[in-house]
C-alpha cells in the first residue's frame, strides 16, 4: 500500500494565479483532511470530507475550495493564489469507524511558496 | 471552544538523557488526547494517544504521556533519549462526542538530539 500521497511535492506560484492539490489514499478510508503547517502555530484544518461527495469547512477555510468526488481523492483548490497561502499542506485520512479516536495516517506534504 | 498549548517551542537535549515535552489543553467537553510526530521532511504520524483507562500510555519506542484530568495536561516523556528521535513533536485534542474527527493540534515542539 503507498498509504496517503500527495501531488505535487513542491510549487511556486505568483500572486493571483490558481492550482489544485491532489491528495489520494488506498486504504479505503472514509474521512480525509486537508491542514495547513506554518511555524510556530502547528496544523490548522482547512476543510474535510467524512465521505464521498462531502465537504466541511474547518477552522481557516478561507480562499480554498475542496471537492471528494471519488472516495480516494481528496484535492484542495486555490483559485487566486496571495502571499498568505505560502505555507506547507498535509492531507490525512482515517477509517472513521469512531472518528475521534481514530487514528489520522499522513501524506508526505507540499510545500507551496506564493510570490 | 477547545486549544492546546505546548509550553516549549524548542527542547535541546544530550543523547541518553531524559526529557520531558509539555501540552496542556483547555476545552469544555471531554476530549481524546494524541501525540503525533513529525521527522524531518515526512508527514505526521501517530505516537501514541489516550482514549480511556488507564492515564499513562506508552508508544513502542519507550516514549509515554500521562492524563492528568485535573490539571489538563498530557506530557511526554521519555527516560533516554537517541538522536533518532530528533524530530518535531505535536500534542493534539478530538472532540470525545463529535463524529467529525477533526484534530485540534498545539504549535508543536522541536526535540533537537545532541551527540
Redesign the interface.
Known sequence: NAGVTQTPKFRVLKTGQSMTLLCAQDMNHEYMYWYRQDPGMGLRLIHYSVGEGTTAKGEVPDGYNVSRLKKQNFLLGLESAAPSQTSVYFCASSYSRAPSTDTQYFGPGTRLTVL | AQS?T?LD?QVPVFEEAPVELRCNYSSSVSV?LFW?VQYP??????LL?Y?SGSTLVESINGFEAEFNKSQTSFHLRKPSVHISDTAEY?CAV??????????I????TTLQVKP
Open positions: 492546546v505546548q517551542s481524546y503525533y521532511n515526512q508527514g505526521l504520524q501517530l494517544k482514549l505535536f478530538s472532540e470525545s462526542a463529535g463524529n467529525t474527527g477533526k484534530l493540534f498545539g504549535q508543536g
